[in-house]
């Protein structure tokens, strides 16, 4: 009876292995150096706790085999090892706090690295993206490199000014509103993510990035596409009744290609 329920232990504990390693529930493609860098960390992670769950699986079976009883014998109180609890305790902790750090940098470049080295960087693309009920507003500065100041009494969406941007301001009158956020390859982005509203969340998969966008708060995200292509932004936080339709996309294309496509868009708005 024993040798049965053993090696049911160990069968069932390499058959729920099976779908982590077969299974078509991957992550969709990484497209940006830091997307890759999470995406070896999880592996990581995925690994570790996989060898962790079979070996401790495999220790039951073997429990069951060698300390199994038959079923009229009296029970037996056994103490237990203070050196091996505290031997396996540590050896959690220390795992799990050294995955931590391993991971920390790559959490953190996206977002603290960005706020402490956010000027001065001239080749850095600085787009500003900015949620409202139920759109994305994406603002790039135009050719001057600036914001223009914004003002609340100066929003006008049949206008197409949707931030209340200063078109008077000499740093303003050339800034852009579009609902699509292009992106040069290969090129540094950082995202100053706002809301005009309630929360929304800022979140591209093949990024790895998901961020909230806080009324009154400025979120900074910086990362560089190195991969073409076309990528849902996709609002994941509840905004209000039409949050299902809040979706823009972000297309990262040649840089050539970029710079044609934002004057035409210029082009466009005047
Ligand atoms: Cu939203």
Redesign the pocket.
Known sequence: MAFIVAVAIWLLALALLLPAWFGPWGFPEAITPLARQIDSRMTLTFVLSGAIFLLSQFALGYAVLRFGRKRKEAATYIEGSARWEMLWTAGGAAIFIGLSLASYSAWAEARFDAERHSAGDADRLIVEVV????VWNIRYTGPDGDFGPTDPKLIDDSMGNALGVDRTHPMGEDDLIVPRLALPVGREVEIVLKSKD????FFVPELRIKLD?VPGLEGRLRFTPDKKGTYEIA??????LG?YR?RAFMEVMEPAAFETWLSEQAQYVQ
């Open positions: 949620g409202q009920q139920f309630v929360l929304h969340n966008a609002c994941s936080e509840l905004c209000g949050h809040m």
